[in-house]
């Protein structure tokens, strides 16, 4: 009898564990098919016919095809600028942080991260761009701030 109650504990954990299963979205991308059903989608024969799950692909660049121009700013030549220079120049931030007088802005490629650190002159003065930092959002390899600037306004001019 032992043998037996050992062996429907585990086919009852088996079939518990197997719900668990449903429908998986790997890391990073968003269910776009939160709720549907996945099975399929009955035709007006009333026959079900499979359907693929939504796939997004990056846009292709094509050699033929219309480029955006790219020129580079120096990272160098931003620092000291204010904080409405900057915005001019590569766009708003993604995310604003405070850290007492201290503005952290954060601007993000695929990539890569990069913090734009305001601090004001003196006490009760505006805030100007004094430190830059750059890192790569997956892994620990190192990137340059300026190769992280560069991915940055790519991406911020490809969304204009």
């Avoid at 799950?53 to 990272?75: D, L, Y």
């Amino acid at each position: 009898m032992r043998p037996f109650g050992v062996l429907l504990l585990l086919a009852l954990i088996a079939v518990g564990l197997s719900a668990c299963g449903g429908s998986t979205v790997p890391p990073g991308t968003t269910n776009t098919e939160y709720g549907q059903t996945t099975y399929g989608q009955t035709t007006s024969q009333g026959n079900i016919r499979a359907t693929r799950p939504v796939v997004r692909r990056k846009p292709e660049i094509s050699a033929a095809g219309p480029m955006i121009p790219f020129k580079p700013i120096p990272s160098d030549t931003l620092k000291g600028l204010s904080e409405d220079a900057v915005e001019e120049k590569i766009g708003a931030p993604e995310m604003v942080r405070g850290e007492g007088e201290i503005q952290v802005w954060q601007y993000r490629s695929e990539q890569c991260s990069f913090d734009a650190f305001f601090v004001p002159k003196t006490e009760g003065a505006p805030r100007e761009l004094r430190h830059m930092l750059a890192r790569m959002r997956r892994g620990n390899q190192a990137i340059s701030v300026q190769d992280c600037l560069d991915q940055v306004l790519k991406l911020h001019l490809a969304s204009k």
